[in-house]
Each structure stands twice: as structure tokens, then as C-alpha cells.
Nanobody, 119 residues
Framework: QVQLVESGGGLVQAGGSLRLSCAAS????????MGWYRQAPGKQRELVAFITSGGTTNYADSVKGRFTISRDNAKNTVYLQMNSLKPEDTAVYYCNAVVDIDYSEYNYWGQGTQVTVSS
């Protein structure tokens, strides 16, 4: 079974920074892409950033230049460094991992961590 445990959310003033972490417990399988999504009240869940096992990254336009995604493959952990935060970044942030199990890919999600940016 795959479990994702997130940490690092909280309340911060606009212009501030937060760092999210997500540790995946995986035994016997490899993790392909890891990423972060967010969902604000009344809105659909949206991609924030993802990173492949080889280190290729992709960002939503709204966070480019402010957020940085990274991962430690040895620890099965993905990070999201969020700088210059804006009130519109307020949302529940979810970690996602695509796990290769017997040549099929499966999506797993964390429980979500709240990020609130005050103006």
C-alpha cells in the first residue's frame, strides 16, 4: 500500500514563504511523477507543479518564478518551496504520486494541507 504524508502548511502573510513536504511510503514499487495540486473553495483542483523521476519539472503559469518543486528520490519525498506568496495562493494543497505497479500506473493522493495567505 502507498501512503503520502504531507506537512508544512500554515498561515502566512502575503509576500512570505512556506515549504511543503510530502513523504511517500512505498515498498517494492517505483514512483514516477510526483506533484502538487491545490483546490481553493468553490474551485476545481488544479495542478501547481510536478517533477519526474529524472528531475524534469513543470509549473502552472500562476506560480512560475515563485514556487520551486524538488524531490529526494532516496527518501521518496517531494518538496514545494513557495515564495512571494499571494492571497490567491490560499488553498488546500495535495501531494500526488504516480506509482508504477506491475507495469501499470496508479495515482495516489495525500490528505491535503491548508495554506492560507493573508493580505
Amino acid at each position: 500500500q502507498v501512503q503520502l504524508v504531507e506537512s508544512g502548511g500554515g498561515l502566512v502573510q502575503a509576500g512570505g514563504s512556506l515549504r511543503l513536504s510530502c513523504a511517500a511510503s512505498v515498498t517494492g514499487f517505483s514512483i514516477n511523477t510526483m506533484g502538487w495540486y491545490r483546490q481553493a473553495p468553490g474551485k476545481q483542483r488544479e495542478l501547481v507543479a510536478f517533477i519526474t523521476s529524472g528531475g524534469t519539472t513543470n509549473y502552472a503559469d500562476s506560480v512560475k518564478g515563485r514556487f520551486t518543486i524538488s524531490r529526494d528520490n532516496a527518501k521518496n519525498t517531494v518538496y514545494l518551496q513557495m515564495n512571494s506568496l499571494k492571497p490567491e495562493d490560499t488553498a488546500v494543497y495535495y501531494c500526488n504520486a504516480v506509482v508504477d505497479i506491475d507495469y501499470s500506473e496508479y495515482n495516489y493522493w495525500g490528505q491535503g494541507t491548508q495554506v492560507t495567505v493573508s493580505s
